[in-house]
Structure formats: C-alpha cells, structure tokens
C-alpha cells in the first residue's frame, strides 16, 4: 500500500468516524423535533416509525392550553438571565482578586475554592433550602437567583484567563493615575470579553436547563420554569403524553440554539484562549 493510498484511507475512515459521531449526537434531537409533530397514535403505534404519517400541531397547542407556558418561558428568561449577570459580575470581581492582586493566602484560598468543586450538589441542598425557607424567599426569583449568584466553575476559568493578561497594561494605568476599580472595568475586563461570553452561555444553558433547582425553590405552576414546569405533565400513574413533552422540549430548546449560533465565534475563542499565556 503506497503512502497516498495510507493517507486516503485515514481521511476516508476519519469521515465515516466523524459522520457517525454526528448522526449519534444529532438523531435524539431529530427524534424530539419529528415527535413533537406526532398524534397520539402515530406515537403509539408499532413498531415504530421516524417520520410522522401526518404532521400535526395539536401537541404545541396542548401544551399551552394546559400550562401557563408563556408565563413558565418568562421565568425562565429572568431565572437564567438573572443568575448569568450576577454570576458575571461577582466572578469576574473575585477572580480580579486572584489574578491580579497580590495579598497574603491568596494561593490557599483559590485551592480551597477549587477543593469545593468535589462537594456533591446535593449535599449542600438541604442547608442552602433552609437557609432560603428562613428568610422566606421559597417560591421566589430571590430564592432561586440568589443562591447561584457566584460560582467556583467561573472563578477559575475567569481567573485563569485574567492571569495570562500582560501586567504591562496594569502598570501603565497605574502611571496614569487609574484605582483597582478602573484597571479591572477600563483594562481587564474589555480584553476578556471572549471568556466572559463563554461563562455567560455557561451559566445561561445550565440554568436554563436546570430541572431539580426550580423544581425544589418553587411551589407553584406560576413560579415554575419551562423545564421544570414540563414535569407537571406527567399523571399520577407516572404516564406522560410525549408528544406533548416534546413539543415542550422543542420550544425551550430554541432560545439556546439562536444564543449559541449568536455567540458561536466569541465562545470557542473564549475556549480556545482561556488559560493560554
């Protein structure tokens, strides 16, 4: 076998892999998207079938008749929007901190931060719910923002990109007469735009996807998030309608998508740099 025909066969074989990684990763969402467009009895037919025999919007219109989905959707929007921005102003100030500021135990601290990466979730839920119960925040946008306004995920990933900043800039805005404050607003924070982008869509997708966060800080349909309130259609048999469930999950799936694809060059920029000196 000659070296052209090894490297074609690599290429050839490198394709198949990467269009079967593809088809893996993409058929459970093409499977929600032609569900969603499903009767009933298409989806309860067998043996199934992937195509709908006959499209059909019932399931969105039930899906609203049902919930209050529009209201669910806002809160969302305010749930996710509302932990993102606090996120990116408390993480970005602590990991200033860290990066840029020279103070006794300032290593110690950032190895604690990181050692409290391996607590399990769940095991600080319980305390932070009776700590939301006391001040009578449960069923509220404050208890479930609050709570999630800074994240150790964040610091470090701010931190490690505010550390490969040249110093040199610092330095010359100190010349010029400029505080901490105007350093880390005028200086650090424009040339980490692509890392804070990255953090925002982080935070953004996960809390807006957050199923047992909402689920345990609220009581009602009216405080309930999309996803969480999607959990409210399952009957006390523990019977769903999926094409319903789908058609849910189709449309809190499309405010990540139009995000992402928004954000798409600033995000992996900021993946791709972040930690890079």
Known sequence: MTAVTRTWTGRILLLVLTLAAIAFMVLPTLIVLLTAFKSQANIDRWPPTLLPGAPTLDNFATILDTLPFARMFLNSLVFAGGVTVLTLIFDSLAAYALARIDFRGRRTLLLVLIATLMVPFQATLIPVYQIVADLGWVNTFQGMIVPR????????????????????LDSAARLDGAGEFRVFWSIVLPNALPALITLGLFSFVNNWNDLLWPLIFTTTP?????????SLLTGQSGTAPYGVMMAGALITTAPLVIVFLFFQRRFVEGVATTGMK
């Open 149 to 168: 306004a800074a994240s150790v995920f964040g610091i470090y990933l701010l931190r490690q990109f505010f550390v490969a900043l040249p110093r040199d």
């Open 222 to 230: 009216e405080m309930a998030t999309a996803v969480s309130g999607l």
